[in-house]
């Protein structure tokens, strides 16, 4: 018996030693553990509006009802430059918000010079909440959702779709936040990120269960959600891949030093990126020199070099020079918190944010970077301003 016992206790001594292993391993690689999800995360029935092109006009849909008493479509037609009255609810606090959907979309410069301040996030990933009070926190917008950043810099760094089940609740506050920093005198920048792209593409192995559903109720396929019919995937569809601001460049993935042997323009990255934006990637589809662009590799919406040791200092200094910048700033690489390397002059802002309906294990927490009067912050979700030497 006694030998029993002995083998036993080794047995659960291996089996501890093991799981801290595996726990330390992976909170190492960044993994993480939900537990506790709300239920409501699945919620169909309030999500909306869904905004498609529908003989020569713009309809609304909103989903209404539940599984007991059966789903309907509530739909509302509009005229082609009719502007739309939009409420959107987020079901995990059952909070909403009103604002007009404007038919015209244009695309946006990609470069802007007045030395207002700038605000950054990156990768939150269809999380509206985390979001929401980060930027409630950094009065970025008051608790009504009203913009109060004035003439600001608000930069969305990439991959706000997927993973998350408030992408619809998300969205629409991006626009409606766009609109009112536009008559603030003020900008709302959506840079476009890999998943962003994926979503245009069709590609929605990444997005929460709901949307499946969702789009089936309207009798749609969940590629309509965004595709050019839909007003959302002809809004993103116009966004850039690359700005500049302040000086400072803005990309979800990172710049290819392999790009430095072309004389482009950040006008022409966006410009030659966005025509690809709806076609997949594959080697050949492309001439060689537009292929660098738009690989999953090398694009700058894909690009890891910074983070692989693929990059040196006098590489990553051409790539600011070229442009005539003083810093690259980045998402799409996760970090375990907002930080600067390459001697201060590139940010990597991709940290993991809280899910809206799940706790974690670590647990999540938001962070942004500030750019003000020269100097770069690390900011936290409890209010904290860090400057980054």
Do not use: C
Request: no cysteine.
């Amino acid at each position: 018996m006694k030998t029993i016992g002995t083998y036993i206790l080794h047995f659960l001594i291996v089996s501890l030693v093991l799981l801290l292993i595996a726990i330390v391993f992976g909170i190492s690689h960044h993994a993480s553990l939900n537990y506790g999800t709300d239920s409501s995360a699945n919620k169909v029935a309030g999500e909306g509006p869904f905004i498609f092109y529908s003989n020569s006009q713009l309809e609304a849909n909103y989903i209404r009802g539940s599984r007991e008493s059966g789903f309907s479509v509530e739909k509302q037609a509009y005229a082609p430059e009719q502007v739309i009255p939009a409420t959107v609810t987020y079901n995990g606090d059952q909070s909403s918000f009103d604002f007009d959907i404007h038919p015209a979309i244009t695309t946006p410069k990609a470069v802007y010079d007045d030395q207002q301040s700038i605000l950054a996030l990156s990768d939150l990933e269809g999380n509206f909440q985390a979001f929401r009070d980060f930027l409630i926190t950094h009065q970025v917008i008051s608790e009504e959702l009203e913009w109060t950043f004035g003439q600001g810099h608000l930069v969305l760094v990439g991959d706000m779709v997927d993973r998350g089940s408030s992408t619809t609740q998300l969205l629409w506050l991006i626009y409606k936040l766009e609109q009112e920093a536009r008559k603030a005198g003020g900008q709302l920048h959506y840079i476009i990120g890999n998943h962003e792209i994926k979503n245009l593409q069709g590609n929605f192995k990444s997005a929460a269960d709901k949307y499946l559903p969702i789009a089936g109720i309207m009798g749609k396929t969940q590629a309509d959600l965004f595709s050019n019919n839909s007003f959302i995937g002809r809004w993103l569809e116009s966004k850039n891949v690359m700005e500049i601001i302040n000086g400072t460049i803005f990309v979800h993935g990172g710049i290819d030093p392999q790009l430095m042997q072309f004389d482009w323009t950040v006008e022409d990255i966006n410009e030659q990126v966005r025509a690809y934006y709806r076609q997949m990637y594959y080697p050949g589809l492309a001439d060689k020199n537009t292929e660098l662009l738009i690989s999953t590799q090398s694009g700058p919406a894909w690009y890891r070099g910074y983070f692989k040791d693929k990059v040196n200092e006098e590489q990553f200094q051409a790539t600011i020079n070229k442009f005539g910048a003083k810093a690259v700033v980045v998402g799409h690489t996760l970090q375990f918190s907002v930080n600067s390397q390459f001697d201060g002059k590139l940010f990597a802002i991709d940290v993991k944010h809280p899910s809206d309906y799940s706790n974690s294990f670590p647990t999540k927490h938001s962070e942004g970077l500030l750019i003000e009067n020269g100097i770069y912050y690390r900011l936290l979700d409890d209010g904290q301003k860090i400057p980054l030497s």
